[in-house]
Nanobody, 121 residues
């Protein structure tokens, strides 16, 4: 199973970016999907998660500015980021809790490769 993230880049403060993350492989089901980020010198932190039924959870720092959604048919998870701030600068990682067809009883924690988001002031 692979998670392929894309959509990062350089944007001015106040701008917007959209991140995408597509899952591929022999997947039986996907539970939670989400986005995390890691800024230089800091620990990886949760940005937003979305359950299989669509329930969402956001870090306080991004509430009202970021929106997470998913397409279960693809499957993929997206992060729409508006009103970006310099403090949003980080490498963004997508994450999925999933089960493969080969081992449907095992819940695996999978990570994408990360995509850089840089917000200039």
């Amino acid at each position: 199973v692979q998670l392929q993230a894309s959509g990062g880049g350089l944007v001015q403060a106040g701008g917007s970016l959209n991140l995408s993350c597509a899952a591929s492989g022999i997947i039986f089901s996907i539970d939670n999907m989400g986005w995390y980020r890691q800024a230089p010198g800091k620990q990886r932190e949760l940005v937003a998660t979305i359950g299989s039924g669509g329930s969402t959870n956001y870090a306080d720092s991004v509430k009202g500015r970021f929106t997470i959604f998913r397409d279960n048919a693809k499957p993929a998870v997206y992060l729409q980021m508006n009103s970006l701030k310099p403090e949003d600068t980080a490498v963004y990682y997508c994450n999925a809790l999933l089960r493969t067809r080969g081992a449907p009883q095992v819940l695996q924690n999978s990570w994408g490769q990360g995509t850089q988001v840089t917000v200039s002031s």
